[in-house]
């Protein structure tokens, strides 16, 4: 019995040094929520000028995840669960009727979606029937009133507040996994998205100076830079499933 109860402390005595050495001393590890990347505040990022020991609010604000190029902003504290809505019941948003017209864009959009599932599954007639009809509503759609910038970030703050939660809560009650999947990949691209609109708010075209622009083509992400991941931070796929955008 007495060996055992010896054992124990000498365990203990062990976890603790370890959790010394691995930074007991307040340092923290910060996850990027899109790709899994891990800031330690121990070690820093020497490369980019971040000397080991820089804590995680004295990283610049202006710096991006070296893999996916996601702001601070999407970076959660290791061992702190995500404030996100995950543990309170989410309530599907009430609809006055399962049906809704839709907008000439909305129509245009999902035309756009549905060519490019028929190409992927080989059915090319039924694509470029699709593509047409995508065409014909796009026509027909009145134009966009004021584009503006702030516009377009509201649309994507409103997605991520209630679209999101709304769309992911409607597939866990009909257990529909595939869209619970679909529903993941683009909320990280939506965030992706909204990280580089903050960015091209500070930063205006000189964000886009010099560097090239790349999509997935599976899932939407976008890197802007000249060093591509080699596979996709969201969806996983290798690298050569990228586009690259030319010209504006
Ligand atoms: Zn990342
Ligand atoms: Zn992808």
Do not use: H
């Amino acid at each position: 019995m007495k060996k055992v109860y010896i054992l124990k402390v000498s365990v203990l005595d062990a976890l603790n040094n370890i959790k010394k050495r691995e930074g007991g001393n307040g340092m923290g590890k910060y996850l990027c929520s899109i790709c899994g990347y891990i800031y330690d505040e121990a070690k820093g990022i020497p490369e980019a000028d971040i000397t080991p020991g820089t804590l995680w609010e004295d990283v610049p604000e202006d710096w991006v995840c070296p893999l996916c190029g996601a702001t601070k902003e999407e970076f959660i504290k290791q061992g702190e669960s995500a404030t996100t809505a995950e543990n309170k019941p989410i309530s599907v948003i009430e609809l006055s009727s399962d049906m809704k017209e839709l907008s000439p864009l909305e129509m245009s959009a999902l035309c756009t979606n549905l060519a490019l599932g028929c190409e992927k599954q080989y059915k090319l007639e039924e694509a470029s029937l699709f593509t047409k009809l995508a065409e014909y509503f796009k026509k027909a759609a009145a134009p966009a009133k004021e584009p503006k910038f702030d516009n377009l970030l509201e649309l994507i703050e409103n997605d991520l507040k209630e679209g999101f939660p709304n769309a992911n809560a409607i597939a866990s009650n009909e257990k529909d996994r595939g869209a619970m999947r679909a529903l993941v990949w683009s909320e990280k691209v939506t965030r992706i998205l909204n990280s580089i609109l903050s960015r091209y708010e500070k930063e205006g075209d000189a964000l886009l100076d010099n560097t090239g622009v790349y999509v997935c083509t599976i899932c939407g992400y976008v890197y802007i830079g000249n060093t591509i991941p080699d596979i996709c931070p969201v969806c996983k796929v290798p690298n050569w499933k990228f586009e690259k955008i030319e010209g504006r």
